[in-house]
């Protein structure tokens, strides 16, 4: 089951915040977060486990509420770097080894 | 440190033609590979994924193969290149799992375009 993630696109000004929702339909253990930006690879920013930690990668931090299988991504003050498409992924059931992604969320950070 | 490689970066090929892409990690032991295809603006597709030599699980029925024919080697194959077959193809690895899924890391990717 795909995770959901919203919005699916977001336009700010340098120095704005955002937050980056992403929700399951299943019971979550875990959630990852990647950045891509355009025409490159993913990279991993962080994951979030069980038990609501929350955590943080530069300015960006992530929570993570397991009873309402929910996630978000907070990115603060945001740089013209954070421009980019990112994904959740959460693990496939029935298997440890599998991240299912959600849709992706577009981030513009304009000047 | 760890480094993913893929090749070509970039490919085209005339529908019907046959595919090979490789991928090579460095600098670990018994890693998972997966492959994922994005399809322009979408989001990832996962392909294959091996948890070691020659074991390989599909997650879509497709014209696609993959092997794996060393511990740190992923292959993936086509007889037979369908234009529905374009995309950016991603290789990624991760460590053995205890427990909970690991964090994957991603190759450059190859872009492939079928005419």
């Known amino acids: 089951q795909q995770p959901v993630q919203s919005p699916q696109a977001v336009i700010l000004r340098e120095g704005e915040d955002a937050v980056i929702n992403c929700s399951s339909s299943k019971a979550l253990y875990s959630v990852h977060w990647y950045r891509q930006k355009h025409g490159e690879a993913p990279v991993f920013l962080m994951i979030l486990l069980k038990g609501g930690e929350q955590k943080g990668h530069d300015k960006i931090s992530a929570s993570f509420n397991e009873k309402k299988q929910q996630s978000s991504l907070y990115l603060t003050a945001s740089q013209l770097s954070y421009s980019g498409t990112y994904f959740c992924g959460t693990p496939t059931s029935g298997s440890a080894r599998q991240l299912t992604f959600g849709s992706g969320t577009q981030l513009t950070v304009l000047p | 440190s760890q480094t993913i490689h893929q090749w070509p970066a970039t490919l085209v090929q005339p529908v019907g033609s046959p595919l090979s892409l490789e991928c090579t990690v460095e600098?670990?032991?018994?890693?998972?590979l997966y492959w994922y295809r994005q399809a322009a603006g979408r989001g990832l597709q996962l392909l294959f994924y091996s948890v070691g030599i020659g074991q390989i699980s599909s997650e879509v029925p497709q014209n696609l193969s993959a092997s794996r024919p060393q511990d740190r080697q992923f292959i993936l194959s086509s007889k037979k290149l369908l234009l529905s077959d374009s995309g950016f193809y991603l290789c990624?690895?991760?460590?053995?799992?205890?427990?909970?899924?690991?964090?994957?890391?991603f190759g450059p990717g190859t872009r492939l375009t079928v005419t």
């Open positions: 990624a690895w991760s460590v053995r799992p205890s427990g909970r899924a690991r964090e994957q890391y």
């Open positions: 600098g670990t032991s018994n890693p998972n």
